[in-house]
């Protein structure tokens, strides 16, 4: 079991070196928003289509070769990263990141539940335990990236995230144990499976109104903090001019926000007593902080940071809610399958993010956080829909 805290805590601390400062490196590796957009468009677009085959994969070698596998792809990459310097190289290298990743996507998840499955019912405490570790390895992947960058070691972090990922790629082989029974199935079996569920999930969303309404809301929540991800590093470094050293530090901030507005999603829906009319005060309030970014003078740099932590914070609430919400209307039967329709409909959202945030260089990054901006004041109103809908039932 100990060996999960530490791929989980590495894992995030890996990540957590470069987060704060990925779209800043790319900007200032000679790459334009659109190149960076497109970039992200086919990053995402390798994980969808690669999501299955190598889910197959996961299940013929074992959950352990296949997480191994990606770490030390990946880690393989992100030293390879260091050397890019041509923007089509760029694209491959990040093509083959999103694929390397596929292999532990899933892979992880499923080999620490069979790690935990020991006969007990409530295993809860154990994923919260692992959230919290991811956390704190995020958190401490900031500061160093903060020291780093504060160092002139920006492009360095591509070197550590390699080194570090290989090694605990490495560690996986040696000492991490699979007691799974493996089962063989074929990538065009895979594919078929994958597109029978699809298949199922979409009639079962569209033959309930309010599944469907909750798929699009979905989708325009996670198309506007797509936006927000991606903008915000060029953003305040380019227009607000606040100093890329800090960024890890802002990330931290962010994230603790974060942390806590999971933690009390629950008390704002002591308040209301309903999922649907929590989410519309969650959707407004995000809205109002996304407005206030898009129109706040670039003279108030704290303002904007502080702006910044609150809009995580009620971000954050998104996730408990809407799941909470959208699993009152699943049966165990349909569970599964109406749930992965939610993936799909991130991923789309997360390619069309990517296309908005290619307009940056064109329109400029206000009109772009606008969009954004018109992205989340559709949310509300689904989610004031559906709360009227379940008052008429």
Excluded at 293 to 301: E, G, R, T
Aim: net charge positive; charged share 15%.
């Amino acid at each position: 079991m100990r060996i999960f805290n530490y791929i989980y805590f590495f894992s995030s601390f890996i990540n957590g070196i470069i987060g704060p400062y990925l779209i800043l490196y790319f900007y200032e590796s000679g790459l334009d928003s659109q190149d960076i957009g497109l970039m992200f468009v086919i990053h995402y677009l390798g994980v969808l289509i690669f999501e299955i085959p190598t889910g197959a994969y996961a299940d013929l070698v074992g959950r352990k070769k296949s997480v191994a596998v990606s770490f030390l792809g990946g880690g393989f990459l992100s030293l390879l990263m260091y050397f890019v310097i041509h923007k089509y190289q760029f694209f491959l290298v990040f093509l083959l990141k999103g694929i390397m990743a596929t292999f532990c996507s899933g892979a992880l998840e499923a080999w620490y539940a069979e790690s935990i499955s020991n006969g007990e019912e409530n295993v809860v405490h154990y994923w919260s335990k692992i959230e919290s570790i991811s956390y704190i390895g995020s958190l401490t992947g900031f500061i160093l990236s903060s020291i780093l960058v504060a160092n002139k070691f920006l492009k360095e972090l591509w070197l550590f995230m390699g080194m570090g990922t290989i090694t605990l790629g490495m560690f996986i082989l040696m000492v991490g144990v699979d007691k799974r029974r493996r089962k063989k199935l074929s990538v065009v079996d895979a594919y078929r499976k994958y597109l029978k569920t699809i298949k199922k999930g979409m009639e079962v969303m569209y033959s309930r109104k309010v599944l469907l309404l909750l798929n699009f809301a979905l989708f325009f929540f996670f198309a506007s903090s797509g936006v927000i991800s991606l903008v915000w590093q060029p953003f305040f470094n380019y227009r607000l001019g606040v100093d890329k050293t800090y960024f890890g530090i802002i990330t931290c901030l962010t994230t603790i926000g974060a942390i806590l507005g999971a933690k009390y999603a629950g008390n704002l829906n002591s308040i209301f007593k309903n999922e649907a009319k929590s989410l519309v005060v969650e959707s407004v309030i995000v809205s109002l902080m996304v407005v206030i970014m898009v129109n706040l003078s670039a003279m108030y740099k704290v303002a904007y940071i502080v702006v910044f932590i609150f809009y995580m914070f009620f971000y954050a609430m998104q996730r408990p809610l809407f799941q909470s919400l959208i699993n009152k209307y699943l049966s165990d039967d349909i569970r599964a399958t109406a749930l992965s329709v939610n993936s799909l409909m991130i991923g789309f959202s997360t390619i069309l993010c990517s296309i908005v945030f290619g307009l940056s260089d064109k329109i400029g990054f206000r009109p772009v956080l606008g969009i954004s901006f018109l992205f989340i004041l559709i949310v509300p109103i689904i989610y004031f829909y559906i709360f009227h809908i379940k008052k008429e039932h």
